[in-house]
């Protein structure tokens, strides 16, 4: 909505405004471009114009998409999947990820999806086995292995960790 609002504040007609991606009609002139630059900083949002930078955010977003805000579970081979929304070539995304980001793909997704696990565990509405079939691992002991060295905590301990925190929570009452 904000990119909107400022968008039309100054008098640009916009086709699509998407999680990190927006396309307007006209040339935005540099003064617009500048203008648009400060009012979107005014909120903690960055314009970017840079391609590569611009690739890396949309290869974020359709990771981060499809692990936090994909019900279905994840059956899809995430290189094939970034190649298809993109059209890139999976090996040019991978090299260009690395080079700008320091990490690979790979590791982003497995940060997303420990986080995800996190989340599931919290919510305490699936069991492991569950939660490991949703998020396609290929076993419980496989999803254990990945988010020790991740957190540094078993699923059993982060999980108690919880239902302390909450019954520290109750206890203050």
Do not use: C, W
């Not at 420990?114 to 699936?126: A, C, S, T």
């Not at 492991?128 to 059993?156: D, M, P, R």
């Amino acid at each position: 909505m904000v990119v909107k609002q400022e968008l039309k504040k100054l008098g640009l007609h916009f086709i699509i405004v998407n999680l990190g991606e927006v396309e307007v009609l006209e040339d935005i002139r540099p003064d617009q471009k500048q203008d648009f630059k400060i009012a979107l900083a005014k909120f903690g949002l960055e314009l970017m114009d840079d391609k590569k930078s611009i690739l890396i955010e949309r290869i974020k977003n359709v990771v981060i998409e499809l692990i936090h805000y994909t019900d279905e579970e994840l059956k899809v081979n995430f290189s094939d999947h970034l190649s298809e929304k993109l059209n890139y070539d999976y090996t040019y995304l991978a090299n260009l990820f690395s080079e700008v980001e320091g990490t690979t793909i790979e590791h982003f997704i497995i940060i997303h999806k420990i986080e995800k696990v996190k989340e599931l565990l919290v919510y305490d509405e699936l069991s492991l086995k569950e939660i490991s079939y949703k998020l396609h691992y290929s076993s419980v002991a496989h999803l254990s292995n990945q988010f020790k060295k991740i957190t540094g905590l078993t699923t059993s301990h982060f999980k108690r960790l919880k239902n302390y925190r909450r019954s520290g929570l109750v206890d203050l009452s």
